[in-house]
């Protein structure tokens, strides 16, 4: 059952035109198939082969399809990107570009280079006194098939061509196990970069928390040059019972780079989500996320800001599934957008026959600073049970000009009360980071970013590591 | 002269509203304008502050002997000009703490001052609370958010203080206010009046004129000043209303 599929019968296959790049994959596939699943569990080698016969159906997504229709990838796809699939060898001095630290605040930094987990050979896969292991996932599969044949593909709903495509050449990624009744102290940030021109990598996270288990994840995708890259990553998380999440995302990418952020999460009963997610650079941005809310008394916070401007796009895809009563979800995305940028807000609440007594509500918030730049919004409800509580809304507009005209009449000038507006529209979701220093950190880098100081910084989009520089924004927020 | 306004002609949307409007103000006085609505009232104060949408079609407002037709309203405000608002605004997320703080800040910029310190901020800012008795610690509140009616109007007396404008515009201050809080308000304004600073107070009613004495009462119908006097024809509106002045310009 499971032969490897040699390369002749995959060409063989091809039935449509494809674009340059969905060609490179499946040659690749076809080639480098015995490399790729040398270290495979069963399972895996069988899940890649199936994408790989799905990608080859479908390809890419395209403006076809009603869950791509405002997000273009084309260009991409015509695009002379390579395929990276090697480890990038460890030198210490490379650890320096891993630089988006936030100062203040204790974090066990995850490093993830060219869609490889980045690290010394011996901490490749290491497991902490209180059970919890952190590392490679190509070397937790080896290490721990069992858990591989449990966790690994099940939850992330392969609809399409790149959500296959990652399963079909997943490499490497970070596998994080929380065992049950740990509660780890220290937040885990996972630093995501590419530092080679015209990448394409496919990377897979897996994270799995036992029952009562306890997580703060930070996961930041950064750039530390300008050239052009494709991060295709989904990261599967497992919530046992009564297990808690707070998983802050942190997406500052340069204007060439398209990141598609795919997320399942798997809710047993009682557990908790918490989710926000900072997108504020990057050429096309996509984060989709899957929270299954499979069992009773589970409760998901789920929140994003987006800051966009120029030509940049960014495309939300939010998806909860209530498939057990009681549960409670809350999702929250605010956006400013900025002479060309262009956004996508998708929202899917559904909600099966039995989930009753059901709170899930629902909000999109929109400021358009310019005539050109531009939002498509669209929540969606799909109701089965009768004992509910549902809500969604979504607005677009501009700077209130009442408020405006209300600091300017106290001596504020329009610049700083522009800011002040947008900062004070931004800071609904900022004020939900549970983490003071972390805050701090994200508050002035919203700042920075309204006063556009991020997206002309010539050496790279973030470092915000910067303290010698004053935000010289007079206004803290921070005290509110 | 402190302000001195000549033929003003304003137009919102192409529609004229003030219609050659006349008005002087000397330090140290107190000035109320009274008039049925939609004569052009409130108009005037934009015009005065700069209000997006309010175009000067002829005529000039000179404050402090420049013109400043086409001064920002931040200029203006840094410059003395205070508009206590009819309707306040909320701005949720900005805290009043540091609303106050920056808009201190901007008018020492201005002046070429360094930022107020924080402690001299807070000193400031609690010896201006008491003028006006608001109790509440402000800190964690957003401008105006969830404020009640007399909230509200105390807070814009408040930042008056904060701000020692020398040229205030009371924009009908005393609507929505229960007898106590007009006492409160009003006390606040006597306080702040001195020989360096000028107050335009405008209301439909002369009961703020119990408690703010104006030096001068004038009219205003269709755009216009149509009459003028001292604190006697606040009364005499009282008592007749004002369905006399629009038949003698009716006529």
Not at chain 1, 238 to 246: F, K, S, V
Not at chain 1, 407 to 420: K, N, Y
Not at chain 2, 137 to 148: D, M, P, Q
Request: glycine fraction near 6%; proline fraction near 3%; hydrophobic fraction near 40%.
């Amino acid at each position: 059952m499971h032969n490897p599929v040699k390369g002749n019968d995959i060409m063989e296959k091809i039935k449509k035109t494809y674009y340059p790049l969905e060609e490179r994959f499946i040659r690749y596939f076809a080639e480098h198939f015995d490399e790729l699943s040398r270290h495979d569990i069963p399972k895996v080698s069988y899940m890649r082969r199936k994408a790989m016969e799905a990608f080859q159906q479908t390809g890419f997504p395209h403006k076809k399809l009603e869950k791509w229709r405002n997000t273009d990838l084309e260009g991409i796809y015509k695009g002379n990107l390579e395929i990276f699939d090697r480890e990038t060898p460890y030198e210490k001095q490379l650890s320096d570009i891993f630089l988006c630290e936030v100062h203040g605040f204790e974090s066990r930094v995850i490093s993830v280079l060219n869609g490889s987990f980045y690290s010394p050979e011996e901490e490749k896969l290491t497991v902490d006194k209180n059970g919890v292991i952190v590392g490679s996932l190509t070397r937790a599969m080896q290490e721990y098939p069992d858990l591989g044949e449990e966790y690994l593909g099940e939850i992330m709903p392969q609809q399409d061509g790149f959500k296959t495509l990652n399963t079909a050449l997943v490499s490497d990624g970070v596998f994080i196990y929380v065992p049950d009744n740990v509660v780890v102290e220290n937040t885990f940030q996972i630093i995501n970069i590419l530092n080679k021109p015209n990448l394409v990598v496919n990377v897979r996270n897996l994270v799995i928390l036992g029952k009562n288990a306890r997580l703060r994840l930070l996961h930041c995708d950064d750039s530390v040059n300008h050239h052009a890259g494709l991060i295709n990553k989904v990261n599967e998380i497992y919530l046992n019972e009564n297990a808690e999440l707070e998983l802050y995302k942190l997406q500052n990418l340069n204007n060439e780079t398209a990141l598609l952020n795919q997320t399942a999460i798997h809710q047993s009963a009682n557990s908790r989500l918490k989710s926000s997610a900072f997108s504020l650079n990057g050429g096309i941005i996509r984060n989709e996320i899957f929270d299954f809310m499979n069992g009773e008394g589970a409760w998901s916070d789920v929140r994003g800001l987006y800051l966009m401007d120029q030509q940049q796009h960014i495309d939300n895809q939010v998806n909860v599934y209530h498939n057990a009563p009681h549960c409670d979800s809350n999702q929250l995305f605010k956006g400013i957008l900025d002479n060309k940028a262009t956004g996508v807000f998708n929202g899917y609440i559904y909600v099966k026959r039995d989930a009753q007594q059901t709170n899930a509500f629902q909000r999109n918030s929109n400021i358009l600073l310019s005539k050109t730049a531009r939002i498509d919004t669209m929540p969606h409800l799909e109701i089965y049970a009768d004992d509910v509580k549902c809500s969604h809304g979504a607005s677009v507009g501009q700077l209130d000009k009442e408020a405006l005209f209300y600091l300017m009449q106290r001596g504020i000038p329009f610049v700083d009360a522009r800011m002040l507006l947008m900062y004070a529209f931004a800071d609904a979701v900022i004020n939900e980071i549970s983490i003071e220093a972390l805050r701090i950190s994200i508050q002035d880098m919203v700042k920075r970013r309204l006063r556009g100081d991020l997206s002309i910084c010539d050496r790279c989009v973030l470092h915000c590591s910067n303290p010698d520089q004053p935000i010289i924004f007079d206004i803290d927020l921070s005290k509110i | 002269m402190l302000l001195n306004i000549k033929n003003l002609h304003v137009s919102i949307d192409g529609k004229e509203i003030l219609k050659g409007l006349n008005f002087s103000v000397n330090k140290g006085e107190i000035h109320a304008i009274m008039g049925p609505n939609g004569t052009g009232k409130s108009t005037l104060a934009a015009a005065i502050t700069g209000r997006e949408g309010y175009e000067i079609t002829k005529g000039e407002i000179i404050y402090k002997g420049q013109i400043i037709n086409d001064w920002s309203p931040d200029k203006r405000a840094n410059e003395g000009v205070f508009l206590s608002f009819q309707y306040p605004i909320e701005i949720p997320g900005v805290s009043m703490t540091n609303f106050m703080r920056t808009a201190l800040n901007a008018s020492r910029d201005y002046r070429k001052l360094p930022p107020v310190s924080a402690k001299d901020f807070l000193k400031k800012m609690e010896e201006k609370k008491k003028l006006v008795q608001i109790q509440s610690k402000l800190t964690n509140r957003s401008v105006n958010e969830g404020f009640s009616g007399g909230e509200k109007k105390k807070n814009e007396i408040f930042q008056m203080a904060m701000l020692e404008p020398e040229l205030a515009i009371l924009d009908e201050t005393d609507s929505g206010l229960d007898i106590d809080a007009l006492r409160i308000v009003a006390g606040g304004v006597n306080q702040l009046k001195s020989d360096e600073n000028a107050f335009i107070v405008i209301t439909h009613y002369q009961r703020l004129l119990d408690y703010i004495i104006p030096d001068f009462v004038h009219v205003m119908y269709d755009g216009r000043i149509v009459k003028s006097g001292g604190k006697k024809l606040a009364m005499e509106l009282e008592e007749k209303g004002y369905e006399w002045i629009k038949e003698q310009f009716d006529a």
